[in-house]
């Protein structure tokens, strides 16, 4: 692959407008491309944007193009990593992974790609977006039109057909092979049964309840229910939880001797989400023999910070992705583990999610919270 372009240099922004006059004079272009119900920009060749059609303008919530001009796609939608850098939307580490600054960058070059792009808004809402380039030129300069396709809602459903079809039937078909086994069981063997019974039927429940309260959660209707709680008592259930679990088989978790009593604030049951998706996480990227070490700290006089540490590496790429609905290193159909760790953390128990992952440090997820929410 060719070297990527300076991302730091932008066109003056008399020249931009020059160029937007120029497309926007282009015979019958107007009226075409707002006929097309796609959302269609055209960029220059610092990918800064000089045309949008109607559609555009009204997903970026705009009245007007000249509203967009000079500006870049990232920019516009309010990427997360766009205001990260002086260089803006394509000068962040982040940047080098997004589907939107690769289609647009190629496209530039004269290819005619497609890409998927997993983008966080600054508010916090996720945003995945198809992106399809076709380069042009108009008077000796260079451009691409980029179509763009909202496909957040395709994608949710992905993942929760996912779910639905794979972690719930197959708790569903343990269930229901413990109870053809029941049948023929003798009644020293039918106590330890009942009791995986019990277990597998909590964790379906549990399993159902998480969804409910992601997709509550995405829509703004999650109403979180503040009261005390003891960090080292949250800790030890989540523990005690995910020893029973199946993504603990042939691995433990242990709760770390760096682990201090505080009475918080905070709504208990999605604390215990939160960090029972990083536990199971964790989990699922160790090898066998692997021990998952979970804690609290304090940070100062009034915040605390939780932890889930495992041994394992997270790949640089997958790094910049890490947080982004529908990113997960275990394929497709998945990613909402982190994603709905970082949406339940800073919006309903406004705390911070980060995480830091290297071969000194291995992998280590931290949920920062306030001691009085």
């Known amino acids: 692959m060719n070297e990527l372009p300076r991302t730091d240099i932008r066109t003056d922004s008399d020249q931009v407008i020059a160029q937007a006059r120029q497309i926007a004079e282009w015979k019958e272009?107007?009226?075409f491309m707002d006929a097309i119900p796609d959302i269609l920009v055209a960029v220059n060749s610092t990918r800064q944007i000089v045309f949008a059609n109607k559609t555009a303008l009204d997903f970026f919530h705009v009245a007007d193009g000249s509203e967009?001009?000079?500006?870049?796609p990232g920019e516009v939608a309010g990427c997360v990593h766009s205001a990260e850098t002086p260089g803006g939307c394509g000068d962040a580490e982040a940047c080098k992974v997004c589907?939107?600054?690769l289609a647009i960058t190629q496209g530039l070059r004269g290819d005619t790609p497609v890409e998927e792009c997993r983008m966080l808004l600054a508010n916090g809402s996720p945003l995945d977006l198809r992106v399809w380039a076709r380069p042009f030129k108009l008077e000796?300069?260079?451009?691409?039109?980029?179509s763009i396709q909202d496909i957040s809602d395709e994608k949710r459903r992905q993942v929760l057909e996912k779910i639905f079809f794979h972690d719930l039937l197959n708790t569903a078909g343990g269930l229901q092979s413990v109870g053809e086994i029941m049948e023929s069981s003798?009644?020293?063997e039918l106590r330890e049964l009942r009791e995986l019974v019990t277990s597998l039927s909590e964790q379906l429940v549990d399993e159902i309840r998480a969804q409910r309260e992601l997709l509550a959660a995405e829509r703004g209707e999650l109403q979180p229910e503040m009261g005390p709680v003891n960090t080292r008592d949250a800790v030890a259930r989540?523990?005690?939880?995910?020893?029973?679990h199946p993504a603990c088989d042939g691995k433990t978790v242990?709760?770390?001797p760096e682990c201090v009593p505080v009475d918080i604030r905070s709504d208990l049951p999605l604390l215990l989400r939160v960090l029972g998706n990083l536990v199971k996480n964790a989990l699922e990227a160790s090898s066998q023999g692997a021990d998952v070490e979970v804690g609290c700290r304090m940070l100062a006089r009034d915040?605390?910070?939780?932890?889930?540490?495992?041994?394992?590496?997270?790949?640089?790429?997958a790094q910049l992705q890490i947080f982004n609905r529908s990113f997960s290193t275990k394929g497709n159909g998945r990613g909402l583990g982190t994603y709905s760790v970082k949406l339940l953390a800073e919006r309903f128990l406004h705390g911070r999610a980060r995480f830091v992952s290297s071969p000194e440090e291995k992998t280590t997820f931290f949920v920062e919270l306030p001691i009085n929410s």
């Open 29 to 31: 272009m107007r009226g």
């Open 68 to 72: 967009l001009w000079g500006r870049r």
């Open 99 to 101: 589907g939107a600054f």
């Open 140 to 146: 000796g300069e260079d451009f691409a039109f980029l």
């Open 186 to 188: 003798g009644p020293e």
């Open 238 to 244: 989540v523990v005690a939880t995910y020893l029973k």
């Open 254 to 256: 242990s709760m770390s």
């Open 303 to 317: 915040r605390v910070e939780f932890f889930v540490r495992n041994e394992g590496v997270i790949p640089h790429a």
